[in-house]
């Protein structure tokens, strides 16, 4: 059972460039999340998605956009890459059930922006 | 709007001590989880605890205890009999049950001293 994937680990982009984050689960888990964490920071919720077809802004969505087309995938687009979006970005997922609440949570890419 | 507030950035604790760090929220909600992370330097997300906000129990996981106190909306984490590998960066997160989003802390980081 692999959980949360994501890809790519690591990715080096220019300014201006665009590039698509991906984020699988295997748990069909109806919520799932992208969040981002700043150096010595917490994670600060971009979008998220609570089925396909469903997608809101969480608290710092400028610069980015999401889809949700299957219960599965939930991409996260970057354009226009700003070095301000130089960060660790996480994916997650939860049931949505009303049972435990907790989040799954991918390995993290780390984004750089130069 | 939830916000989850750790005022703590930095905590340390000898080896076999034990340590309390701190957090607070805010919510109307009155059906809820709390959660516990820890995030080591591997960056992996892991579960150290939850509590649902109905139980008036505290949660406990082996060296692992809350103190949850629903009216004054603190939900602090005990670590007991502290080890090495309990150094990482803690984040209190809170879950609405009807609701999609998860929100975190800032974190605490904890050393552990040998």
């Known amino acids: 059972n692999a959980g949360v994937t994501q890809t790519p680990k690591f990715r080096i982009l220019k300014i201006g460039q665009s590039m698509t984050l991906q984020c699988t689960q295997d748990?069909?888990?109806?919520?799932m999340y992208w969040y981002r964490q700043d150096p010595g920071m917490g994670l600060k919720l971009i979008y998220y998605?609570?089925?396909?077809?469903?997608?809101d802004k969480g608290e710092v969505p400028n610069g980015y956009n999401v889809s949700r087309s299957t219960t599965e995938d939930f991409p996260l687009r970057l354009e226009l890459a700003a070095p301000s979006q130089t960060s660790v970005y996480f994916c997650?997922?939860?049931?949505?059930?009303?049972?435990?609440?907790?989040?799954?949570f991918g390995e993290g890419s780390r984004l750089t922006v130069l | 709007a939830q916000t989850v507030t750790q005022s703590q950035p930095e905590m340390s604790v000898q080896e076999a001590e034990t340590v309390t760090l701190s957090c607070t929220y805010d919510?109307?909600?009155?059906?809820?989880?709390l959660f516990w992370y820890k995030q080591p330097p591997s960056r992996q997300m892991i579960l150290v605890i939850r509590?649902?906000?109905?139980?008036?129990q505290n949660a406990t996981e082996n060296r692992f205890s809350v103190n949850f106190q629903k009216a004054a909306k603190s939900f602090s984490l005990k670590i007991s009999d502290s080890q090495l590998g309990d150094a990482a960066m803690y984040f209190c997160?809170?879950?609405?049950?009807?609701?999609?989003?998860?929100?975190f802390g800032d974190g605490t980081t904890l050393t552990v001293k040998p």
């Open positions: 997650a997922s939860r049931t949505g059930l009303e049972n435990t609440g907790e989040l799954f």
């Open positions: 748990m069909n888990h109806n919520y």
């Open positions: 998605s609570v089925g396909a077809g469903i997608t």
């Open positions: 919510t109307s909600e009155s059906d809820y989880y």
């Open positions: 509590q649902e906000a109905y139980k008036q």
């Open positions: 997160a809170y879950a609405a049950t009807n609701a999609g989003k998860s929100t």
